[in-house]
C-alpha cells in the first residue's frame, strides 16, 4: 500500500492486487470510527466518482469510514496488459486485496451493477465481511436486453471534443431511460465518464474492457446468482431499482423479496440502469440504512445478531 494524498474531502491510497498491480481507493472518514464502515463498488465501468455525493454524507453522519475502489482498468487504478483479467474472479481477489491491506472488517457494502455482482461473490468466499448490503440496480438475474444494450456502446462512444460536447452524446444515448435529467446532470455524466489526457477525452476506464461483453451470448440467458444472493440472506439489504431499468426487472425485485426476508427497496421514478446516487432523499434513506446496519454483529458462523 501507497501514501494518500487528501482531494475532494477523500483519502487517495494505492493497494497493489495480488498480481501487484496498483489499485485505486478512495477513503473518506476516520480509520477508527465505531460505526461499521461502507465499502463502495462502481459499475463496469464507472468509478469512484459516481459516489462524490454519498460518499462523504456517510462519513460525516457516522462518523464512519468509507471506501470506494476503482476497479482494475478504471478510474485510478492501472489498466491490465491482459484484457482477459478484466473478469468477476480477479476482480473479486482485488477487492479481497483491498479489505485485507486496508483492514477493514465486517462492512456494508454497495455495489452497483458490477460492484454489486461483486458483492454477491464476496458472501459466498467470504460472508464474515459483510455485515450489510445495497445492492444497485442489480440482482440474481441480468435482462439480456439490457445486457446487450450495454455491450452497444462499452468501448464505442465517440470521443469528445469537449465536456460539452460528451454531455450531449450521452443524453442522446440514454435520454429514454433518464428523460428527466437537466443539462447539469449531463454535463456531470460526461465529467465522470471522460477525462482528459493531454489535449484530447479520453474515458475514464479501459476500452478493452469491452471484450469482456463481446465472450457473452445474448441469446442464451446468463446462469442465474441465486445461490450467491441467498448467501446475503442473513444480513440487512436494501435494493434500488430505476423504474426503467432494463438489467434488473420488476420481476427479479420481486422474488429477491421473497427470498430475504425484511429486504427494503427503493424505486427510483424515471431513471433507468443505473439511478443516480444522489440528491437530498436518496442520500437520507442510504445513511439511514447504513446507520441500520451498526448494530449486527456477524458471528464467526456468519450469523448476525
Excluded at 455525493?53 to 485510478?76: E, F, K, M, W, Y
Excluded at 473478469?87 to 454497495?110: K, M, Q, R, S, Y
Excluded at 463481446?214 to 441465486?226: G, H, M, N, R, S
Aim: charged residues 20%.
Amino acid at each position: 500500500m501507497s501514501g494518500g494524498v487528501t482531494t475532494n474531502q477523500a483519502n487517495s491510497v494505492f493497494v497493489s492486487a495480488p498480481d501487484g498491480l496498483r489499485l485505486h481507493v478512495r477513503e473518506y472518514g476516520p480509520r477508527l470510527a465505531a460505526a461499521r464502515p461502507v465499502v463502495c463498488l462502481p459499475g463496469l465501468t464507472r468509478t469512484v466518482a459516481d459516489f462524490a455525493a454519498l460518499a462523504p454524507a456517510l462519513a460525516a453522519a457516522g462518523p464512519r469510514r468509507v471506501i470506494a475502489l476503482d476497479s482494475r482498468g478504471r478510474g485510478q487504478s492501472e489498466y491490465d496488459r491482459n484484457p482477459d483479467n478484466y473478469n468477476l474472479l480477479v476482480e473479486l481477489g482485488d477487492l479481497v486485496a483491498v479489505l485485507t491491506a486496508l483492514a477493514v472488517g465486517p462492512a456494508v457494502f454497495i455495489g452497483s451493477s458490477r460492484g454489486g455482482l461483486l458483492t454477491m461473490h464476496l458472501g459466498v468466499a467470504h460472508p464474515t465481511l459483510i455485515a450489510g448490503v445495497v445492492l444497485h440496480d442489480i440482482g440474481p438475474v441480468i435482462e439480456p436486453k439490457g445486457l446487450a444494450r450495454i455491450r452497444s456502446y462499452v468501448g464505442k462512444l465517440p470521443q469528445p471534443r469537449s465536456f460539452a460536447e460528451g454531455a450531449e452524446i450521452l443524453r442522446q444515448l440514454f435520454h429514454a431511460h433518464f428523460p428527466n435529467l437537466t443539462a447539469e446532470q449531463w454535463l456531470a455524466a460526461a465529467e465522470r465518464g471522460w477525462r482528459m489526457h493531454g489535449r484530447a477525452l479520453i474515458p475514464t476506464y479501459d476500452v478493452r474492457i469491452a471484450r469482456t461483453l463481446a465472450a457473452i451470448d445474448i441469446e442464451q440467458p446468463l446462469p442465474p446468482l441465486w445461490n450467491e444472493f441467498d448467501s446475503l440472506a442473513r444480513v440487512p439489504m436494501l435494493v434500488i431499482r430505476g423504474e426503467n431499468s432494463d438489467i434488473l426487472s420488476a420481476a427479479t425485485l420481486a422474488a429477491m423479496a421473497a427470498r430475504h426476508s425484511g429486504m427494503e427497496t427503493i424505486e427510483v421514478p424515471r431513471q433507468g440502469h443505473v439511478p443516480l446516487l444522489d440528491g437530498e432523499d436518496m442520500v437520507r434513506r442510504l445513511v439511514q440504512f447504513v446507520a441500520t446496519c451498526d448494530g449486527k454483529r456477524v458471528a464467526a458462523g456468519g450469523t448476525a445478531s
